[in-house]
């Protein structure tokens, strides 16, 4: 089944504690993104990558990484998670002919205290 | 900066034809596209404009107007499982994209 995934699907964290969101998608498809989503400002786009090493930032990048070192696996990275971070985060992906048609995991819902 | 504007909340009944608007002002655009969210799950891919004019996908259509920044999106013989929220989102660059803040969308019997 073509489907992208996320992992975890929900988690509470502490101020200041790294942690990991890892995406992956089983299409091949060139094209990765992290959204966050919260309540009246729709999604937000945090980064992308069009690429294998391939990474530039979105509209909120700040307080966020990624890496992209295989084509399937997109992880996003919250180095010092501050209480502004709590969100719904989705990953998408989309192939290079299409790439509008995002395809959006099944989101990642993370609570810092 | 970046903004797209859409209304808040629509509310029409079964079998009505209802249009979602979305205005747009960016620093770039690529093309309009349309999303589908309900509660509690994944936005799913609805339509896309590139060019003007308009798309039909089955009882969706879009239509976009770059000269104007508008687009909208129509929905026609609606049911209840259309009761979502709809979200509209620019192409900017590369694979940058700007989402509105959505539209929610009741369908009443």
């Known amino acids: 089944e073509a489907q992208v995934t996320q992992n975890p699907r929900y988690l509470i964290t502490v101020t200041g504690k790294k942690l990991t969101v890892t995406c992956s998608q089983n299409m091949n498809h060139e094209y990765m993104s992290w959204y966050r989503q919260d309540p009246g400002l729709g999604l937000r786009q945090i980064y992308y990558?069009?690429?294998?090493?391939?990474?530039d930032k979105g509209d909120v990048p700040e307080g966020y990484k990624v890496s992209r070192k295989e084509k399937r696996n997109f992880p996003l990275i919250l180095e010092s998670p501050s209480p502004n971070q709590t969100s719904l985060y989705f990953c998408?992906?989309?192939?290079?002919?299409?790439?509008?048609?995002?395809?959006f995991g099944p989101g990642t819902r993370l609570t810092v205290t | 900066g970046q903004s797209l504007e859409q209304p808040s909340e629509v509310t029409a009944v079964e079998g009505a034809i209802v249009q979602i608007n979305c205005t747009y002002q960016?620093?770039?655009?690529?093309?309009l596209s349309w999303y589908q969210q309900h509660d509690g799950g994944a936005p799913t891919f609805l339509s896309y404009n590139a060019l003007d004019g308009l798309e039909e996908t089955g009882r969706f259509s879009s239509f976009l107007s770059r000269s104007d920044s508008y687009g909208y999106l129509l929905l026609q013989e609606l049911q209840m499982k259309d009761s979502a929220s709809y979200f509209c989102?620019?192409?900017?660059?590369?694979?940058?994209?700007?989402f509105g803040p959505g539209t929610r969308l009741s369908v009443l019997p």
């Open positions: 989102a620019v192409k900017v660059n590369g694979q940058n994209f700007v």
């Open positions: 960016t620093s770039g655009f690529y093309g």
């Open positions: 998408a992906s989309s192939n290079g002919g299409s790439p509008y048609e995002q395809y």
């Open positions: 990558s069009m690429n294998v090493e391939v990474t």
